[in-house]
Nanobody, 124 residues
């Protein structure tokens, strides 16, 4: 059974930082690209960042480029999202997801497994 468990969310002031982690189990973690998405109240879930199987390639939405960094540790089956210079508009529930295809994807439909999400709130 595939499980993805996010942690690290919380309340932070604008300009601050948070580090989200996602622990994966039940799948051969190193075989799959991983992604982070977020969903704000009343809005659709949107792509944030993705990372290739080896970690050598990454992709980001323009909204977070230069502020967020995705990384993975295949030995520990974890993927991390370092979020710096946070803005109130970054407030959302953040989800970790696993893509069973071979390529980095940026759409919700491309991902096969999802975590339960972790709340990030940025105050102004």
């Amino acid at each position: 059974q595939v499980q993805l468990v996010e942690s690290g969310g919380g309340l932070v002031q604008a300009g601050g930082s948070l580090r989200l982690s996602c622990a994966a189990s039940g799948l051969k973690f190193s075989s799959y690209p991983m992604g982070w998405f977020r969903q704000a109240p009343g809005k659709e879930r949107e792509f944030v960042a993705a990372i290739s199987r080896s970690g050598g390639s990454t992709s980001y939405t323009d909204l977070v480029k230069g502020r967020f960094a995705i990384s993975r540790d295949n030995a520990k089956n974890t993927v991390t999202l370092q979020m710096n210079s946070l803005k109130p508009e970054d407030t959302a529930v953040y989800y970790c997801a696993a893509d069973l295809s071979l390529r980095i994807a940026t759409t919700v439909e491309s991902y096969d497994y999802w975590g339960q999400g972790t709340q990030v709130t940025v105050s102004s």
